[in-house]
């Protein structure tokens, strides 16, 4: 079977309120502006995107699971579960689709708690610290892997 042209964007707890808040932290775009970048991205390499939004852990999941029946890969950005969620990464794992995880903020220069992240292992892209415009790089870099271009 060929491999659906469709990316699935997770956007773990309180991401809802980037651009409104922590401006210093996570910059003035918000939401819905990093919904449109991976969608344009996407759209430059003929995928479309499934984004979501959540703060509940189970509804993460069950998107996740979702995942397998239609698309191609996953861009996650878990938020705070990054730091605290087996339950996600085994997720992720389950599902088997290449992942691209992305942090808009240097997590390894923030608080210790931040520096483990539970689906580091799981995901073939790491973008760390690029603010919004992190989430265009993993995409692309992401598609790359999809088309059998790279690893990264
Ligand atoms: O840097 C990132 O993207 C994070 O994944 C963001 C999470 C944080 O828990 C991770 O350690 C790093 C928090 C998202 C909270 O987003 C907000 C956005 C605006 C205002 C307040 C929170």
Known sequence: MTSPRRLLLV???????????????YGTET????????????AGAGYEVRALQSNHEGVLIDAIHD?????????????GFTHT?????????AVA???AEVHISDV????????????RDVAVIHVVGEGVAG???????????ISGRADG
């Not at 390894?108 to 689906?119: A, D, K, L, M």
């Not at 989430?135 to 992401?142: D, G, N």
């Open 67 to 79: 995942a397998r029946e239609d698309c191609a890969g996953i861009v996650i950005n878990p938020g």
């Open 97 to 99: 689709l290449p992942v």
């Open 135 to 145: 989430y265009a790089r993993a995409t692309r870099l992401l598609l790359d892997v």
């Open 11 to 25: 956007n773990g707890p309180n991401l809802n309120l980037l651009g409104l808040r922590e401006p210093d932290i």
């Open 31 to 42: 939401l819905h502006d990093v919904e449109v970048l991976v969608t344009d991205t996407a």
């Open 85 to 93: 969620s087996v339950a996600l990464r085994d997720a992720l794992s």
């Open 108 to 119: 390894t220069q923030r608080e210790q708690f931040r520096h483990f992240s539970y689906v």
